[in-house]
């Protein structure tokens, strides 16, 4: 017996009479307006959020991993930028840089100590304003059990209305260079660069 498929389209039509086809939005929901932020309690969109590192190997390759989904709240005062705080723990058992050998390698002592360590977090101490959409955010970070101060040159990337759940989002892109001996992960140093450059894009949900 021949079977056919009828399109989804064709059934529509047949029941309604005519075809309804959803249309896709003109714009994306998100602007880099700062008329569309409220500000007020955010938590991070884990979907969206990642530190990317990179790293010097043996000064031929510039090589890059990424740690995703970490959580962490942000409080954003829209009327004195400089009390807005921001705090966000990242799971190291999410690190990965393509190479399995090397993810496994990373989760032992010469680096992260995953088994002791499982976590690193970045708690800010001061938020410095830089023109219309930018700050210098101070803060510490801990990896390793190791805590350093460190400033994320910070950038406003954009805002709106997130369609399906109906909340403000708003995200940034934050980048920094720290090294890696500061947090008792020497091990390799010079052949495998001490400077670890990172960005690290970061999206909230308004709460």
Known sequence: MRKFLIPAAALLAFAGGTALVAQMPTAAPGAKDVANVTGGSYKIDPGHTQVVFAYDHMGFTNNMGVIAEPTGTLTLDKANPAASKVSVEFPIANLRTG????????MKAD????????????????????????????????????????????????AGVQPMNKKENIGFIATTTIKRSDFGMGYGVPMVGDAIELKIIAGFEKQ
């Open 99 to 106: 190479v399995a050998k090397l993810d496994e390698h990373l």
């Open 111 to 158: 680096f992260f100590d995953a088994a002791k360590f499982p976590t690193a977090t970045f708690v800010s101490t001061g938020v410095k304003p830089d023109g219309a959409t930018g700050a210098e955010i101070s803060g510490n970070l801990t990896i390793k059990g190791v805590t350093k101060p460190v400033t994320l040159d910070t950038e406003f990337y954009g």
